[in-house]
């Protein structure tokens, strides 16, 4: 079994086009989209497709941050459960989002299809309990789940492929990505599109106003609107204490014969995950998990 050997997610090697530099001075447009990751490119393509007038700005390049390193997950489950949903917002609630998730995968599909096919690939999501006290749970959270209307889900106790397991649910047709690949056909179709994307723009400072604009040194950008789709944002000092910094740890070996092609869970505290992808012509196995608030914890030698 042969693991890569550096420090790079599987899919950093997998190039994404490259973006402009930002000419100096004063650009114009309708909507200035700040991110070039997975929210902002696609943010950036549904609005020129709606005849808007679109650059899209980020500082490093497209699929730097955080959407090229993602493990790629593509579920309909959710970490807080629909069980937890239905207790605290009742069915209707719970159901719409229950949808809104259903109706994202179909979305990244459609996407993968039409601009960067292969992509995206549909495969069954298991979420396990490796402790006997936690079957309640995960069976609290599959009837949740049967009474939203999944389809394609069964509750397993023999056979399940994660040592120790004792018991859990299987959900067919949900999925995994290969973000970088997806972003570069997303990219290609913004700018067939008439779309501009500017990379090496650091934003300092969002002004509101009309037109807004979004000063980033010698370049200034104006626009009608401005959509934020990005974690890196020194630029609004207010949003930092929401958004703590987490770290995670992950590793892509490649996989045995018989590896099974699914997404799988535990509900540990730190959780586990573990999954197939191909690419390369290879089959790698994807293990990650043990996530810890920065400055919170030292598990970096431990995990």
Same mark, same amino acid.
């Given at each position: 079994?042969?693991?890569?050997t550096?420090a790079?997610?599987?899919?950093?090697?997998?190039? #994404?086009l490259?973006? /402009?530099?930002?000419?100096?001075?004063?650009? &114009?447009? /309708?909507?200035?989209?700040?991110?070039a990751?997975?929210?902002?490119v696609?943010?950036?393509?549904n609005?020129?497709?709606?005849?808007?007038?679109?650059?899209? #700005?980020?500082?490093q390049?497209?699929?730097?941050?955080q959407?090229g390193?993602?493990? %790629?997950?593509?579920?309909?489950? *959710?970490?807080?459960?629909?069980?937890?949903? *239905?207790?605290?917002h009742? &069915?209707?609630d719970?159901?719409?989002? +229950?949808?809104?998730?259903?109706?994202?995968?179909?979305?990244?599909?459609?996407?993968?299809?039409?601009?960067?096919?292969?992509s995206?690939?549909?495969?069954?999501?298991?979420?396990?309990t490796?402790d006997?006290?936690?079957?309640?749970?995960?069976?609290?959270e599959?009837?949740?789940?049967?009474?939203?209307?999944?389809?394609?889900?069964?509750?397993?106790? !023999?056979g399940?492929?994660?040592?120790?397991? !004792?018991?859990?649910?299987r959900?067919?047709?949900?999925?995994?990505?290969?973000?970088?690949a997806? *972003?570069?056909g997303?990219?290609?179709?913004?700018?067939?599109?008439?779309?501009r +994307?500017? /990379?090496?723009?650091?934003?300092?400072?969002l002004?509101?106003g009309?037109?807004?604009r979004?000063?980033?040194?010698? #370049?200034?950008?104006?626009?009608? !609107?401005?959509?934020?789709?990005? &974690?890196?944002m020194? +630029?609004? #000092?207010?949003?930092?204490?929401?958004?703590?910094?987490?770290?995670?740890?992950?590793?892509?070996?490649?996989?045995?014969?018989?590896?099974? %092609?699914a *997404?799988?869970?535990?509900?540990a505290e730190?959780?586990?995950?573990v999954?197939l992808?191909e690419?390369?012509?290879?089959?790698?196995?994807?293990?990650?998990?043990e996530?810890h608030?920065?400055? &919170?914890?030292? /598990?970096?030698?431990?995990?």
């Amino acid at each position: 079994m042969a693991s890569l050997t550096d420090a790079h997610s599987l899919w950093m090697r997998t190039p #994404v086009l490259r973006g /402009e530099t930002a000419p100096p001075g004063v650009t &114009h447009a /309708e909507v200035v989209v700040v991110g070039a990751g997975i929210t902002g490119v696609t943010t950036a393509l549904n609005l020129q497709r709606r005849g808007r007038r679109v650059v899209l #700005v980020d500082r490093q390049g497209a699929g730097e941050g955080q959407s090229g390193k993602t493990t %790629a997950h593509c579920t309909a489950m *959710l970490d807080e459960g629909y069980s937890e949903l *239905l207790r605290v917002h009742g &069915h209707e609630d719970a159901a719409r989002i +229950f949808n809104a998730q259903l109706a994202a995968l179909d979305r990244l599909e459609a996407n993968a299809r039409e601009f960067a096919p292969g992509s995206f690939v549909r495969v069954p999501a298991i979420s396990l309990t490796e402790d006997p006290s936690g079957r309640s749970s995960l069976r609290k959270e599959f009837k949740a789940l049967q009474g939203l209307g999944a389809k394609g889900l069964t509750w397993e106790e !023999q056979g399940l492929p994660w040592k120790g397991a !004792q018991g859990g649910m299987r959900w067919e047709h949900q999925g995994y990505l290969a973000p970088r690949a997806y *972003l570069d056909g997303l990219l290609r179709a913004f700018l067939g599109e008439g779309g501009r +994307f500017f /990379e090496g723009v650091s934003v300092r400072k969002l002004h509101e106003g009309n037109p807004c604009r979004v000063d980033a040194g010698e #370049v200034e950008l104006r626009a009608e !609107q401005v959509v934020v789709a990005t &974690h890196e944002m020194p +630029f609004m #000092v207010r949003m930092i204490p929401r958004l703590p910094a987490y770290r995670t740890y992950a590793i892509a070996m490649e996989a045995l014969a018989g590896f099974p %092609a699914a *997404l799988m869970f535990d509900d540990a505290e730190p959780y586990h995950y573990v999954r197939l992808h191909e690419m390369g012509g290879k089959r790698w196995a994807i293990i990650g998990g043990e996530d810890h608030k920065v400055g &919170h914890d030292d /598990e970096a030698h431990a995990a």
